[in-house]
């Protein structure tokens, strides 16, 4: 039980390593969270420091998640892995390290997919990449992506995932609700680079 307890404290404070604040800092002089919508995730990073720095973010929050995810199997473990990549969303989105003032969970959510499921994982990512292509907005092909995992988990009758990505999902989508009314106001900023 102590072990379990460990490995899900790992994975909040795994979850809870700002990329953004770091790359942006030490690499910008710059903190996001002073720029922008004022976050600390991907899109923000890509909106305000440009592209390459927005890839770096986004992948090491991916792999945030995709290494969380893995640490009851390294470690021998008995539980699920998606347990302990929901407690790395919960410290991507809630992080100790920057004042509890995190993103709003996609990639991280992502990254436990990779480890979890890794053809879902693949799934989402073309059907996020479709909707930014068409629509350019991050926020709604977030949305979408997530929405699409829920409907992934139901026909793979998959029940320990489909718990959990509904729990995603739902958590996405919450994190979301500013942009969902810019979205219907079309005041959602669109990207400018695909």
Same mark, same amino acid.
């Given at each position: 039980?102590?072990?379990? #307890?460990?490995?899900?404290?790992?994975?909040?404070?795994?979850?809870?390593?700002?990329?953004? =604040?770091?790359?942006?800092?030490?690499?910008?002089?710059?903190?996001?969270?002073?720029?922008?919508?004022?976050?600390?995730?991907?899109?923000?990073?890509?909106?305000?420091?440009?592209?390459?720095?927005?890839?770096?973010? !986004?992948?090491?929050?991916?792999?945030?998640? !995709? =290494?969380?995810?893995?640490?009851?199997?390294?470690?021998?473990?008995?539980?699920?892995?998606?347990?302990?990549?929901?407690?790395?969303?919960?410290?991507?989105?809630?992080?100790?390290?920057?004042?509890?003032?995190?993103?709003?969970?996609?990639?991280?959510? *992502?990254?436990? =997919?990779?480890?979890?499921?890794?053809?879902?994982?693949?799934?989402?990512? =073309?059907?996020?990449?479709?909707?930014?292509?068409?629509?350019?907005?991050?926020?709604?092909?977030?949305?979408?992506? *997530?929405?699409?995992?829920? #409907?992934?988990?139901?026909?793979?009758?998959? #029940?320990?995932?489909?718990?959990?990505?509904?729990?995603?999902?739902?958590?996405?989508?919450?994190?979301?609700?500013?942009?969902?009314?810019?979205?219907?106001?079309?005041?959602?900023?669109? #990207?400018?680079?695909?």
């Amino acid at each position: 039980m102590v072990q379990i #307890i460990l490995v899900l404290i790992l994975a909040y404070l795994l979850g809870s390593i700002p990329s953004g =604040l770091i790359i942006g800092k030490v690499f910008y002089k710059t903190d996001i969270r002073e720029h922008g919508s004022g976050n600390l995730g991907g899109t923000n990073t890509f909106r305000t420091l440009g592209v390459k720095a927005g890839l770096a973010v !986004t992948l090491i929050d991916i792999l945030k998640g !995709t =290494l969380a995810a893995s640490l009851p199997v390294l470690a021998g473990l008995d539980i699920n892995p998606l347990l302990a990549g929901i407690f790395a969303v919960i410290g991507h989105t809630y992080p100790i390290f920057a004042g509890f003032r995190g993103g709003k969970a996609v990639a991280t959510s *992502g990254g436990v =997919l990779l480890f979890c499921a890794p053809l879902m994982f693949l799934t989402i990512f =073309l059907v996020f990449f479709a909707s930014l292509y068409l629509t350019k907005y991050v926020s709604l092909s977030s949305m979408l992506a *997530g929405i699409c995992a829920v #409907i992934y988990a139901v026909i793979e009758m998959d #029940i320990p995932l489909l718990i959990a990505v509904t729990l995603l999902a739902s958590f996405v989508i919450y994190r979301h609700r500013a942009n969902i009314r810019r979205i219907l106001n079309k005041t959602e900023p669109k #990207i400018k680079w695909l």
